[in-house]
């Protein structure tokens, strides 16, 4: 199930870096790019640019390494059970695959990346716990300081900072919970989310990106539980959704990730319905969502439940993954 379109701690980031597990770890490498200049009054095609070239500039970029750091801080004190291990709700691979869009983006251009980065590292910190959010905030400072700037030239510790920072976001509190293995397994690089009991009735304006609204039902059921969009909300954007439609719903803790994540990535966020496209976990289900933790309780085969991601601050329009 994808959405439809668019969308301080000083002393222990230091002891972070202390360790030399960190350039075993690595996930993202900073390598050189050679970047030759067209010289003046030679077309861009016609005859190589060869002997007539000035001088390579050269600039970096970092490219993705298999592997993953490893856990920290309370993600490592989990204790895990029989057919158990730490999952994330965000997967590690998309919160790399982000960053290091933005990271590269500004090492092309020069601009700076503080508000790209900063969204989206908070993002998986929503309830800022402590002291794993002060240590990203030290760690993420210094990724910032070493970025060139059209003044500045590129940090000589760049490329640690970047696994530091990498190390603190995927270990995020928020971010990750003991699971079943293999149902984390089948769901891959999806949303591991919690869902809560039931079904909402939904109504309003909604982030699909211009797909189609789903039908819906004219009129409410009764002792149906709604959940509509934010007083104020509309307007540009989104897709106006007359009927009611009936969803699943994250739980809070989850919602508030997923949502705040999903506003601050490039890419499109999806979930993992078993059976759709081949069966994905024989032990649930056909039609339901997949969780590592907690499925939803209703599911449906033929037309599987869309899941309505809300803001937790009921200021900015919901997000429909059908």
């Not at 003044?151 to 490329?159: A, C, D, S, V």
């Not at 539980?225 to 439609?245: L, M």
């Not at 309505?308 to 009921?314: E, K, Q």
Request: with cysteine.
């Amino acid at each position: 199930m994808r959405l439809q379109g668019a969308a301080g701690n000083h002393a222990v980031a230091d002891a972070l870096h202390a360790t030399g597990s960190l350039e075993v770890q690595r996930r993202l490498v900073l390598l050189p790019v050679v970047v030759r200049h067209r010289p003046a009054g030679v077309p861009r095609r016609g005859r190589p640019l060869i002997a007539a070239n000035p001088a390579p500039v050269r600039r970096f970029r970092f490219h993705a390494m298999l592997g993953r750091p490893q856990w920290t801080g309370r993600a490592a004190r989990l204790v895990r059970g029989p057919n158990q291990e730490v999952n994330h709700v965000i997967s590690f691979e998309v919160i790399q695959s982000d960053l290091m869009a933005i990271l590269n983006r500004s090492l092309r251009s020069g601009a700076p990346a503080v508000n790209a980065v900063t969204r989206l590292t908070d993002a998986l910190f929503p309830t800022r716990p402590q002291p794993e959010y002060a240590n990203m905030a030290v760690l993420r400072g210094r990724v910032l300081a070493g970025l060139p700037t059209r003044r500045r030239p590129i940090g000589p510790n760049l490329q640690r900072h970047v696994s530091g920072l990498l190390s603190a976001l995927n270990s995020s509190p928020d971010n990750v919970r003991l699971g079943d293995r293999a149902l984390n397994r089948s769901i891959g690089q999806s949303i591991d989310a919690d869902f809560r009991p039931g079904t909402f009735w939904f109504s309003g304006r909604a982030n699909t990106s211009g797909a189609a609204a789903p039908a819906g039902v004219a009129a409410l059921p009764p002792g149906a539980r709604t959940a509509g969009a934010p007083a104020g909300v509309g307007g540009a954007g989104g897709v106006h959704i007359a009927n009611w439609v009936e969803c699943v719903r994250l739980t809070a803790a989850h919602e508030a990730i997923v949502f705040g994540y999903q506003s601050a990535s490039s890419q499109t966020l999806a979930f993992v319905i078993n059976g759709i496209r081949g069966a994905v976990n024989p032990a649930a289900p056909p039609g339901r969502h997949l969780s590592s933790t907690q499925p939803p309780t209703v599911f449906r085969i033929a037309s599987p439940y869309p899941v309505l991601v809300m803001d937790p601050r009921a200021g900015r329009m919901p997000f429909l993954f059908m």
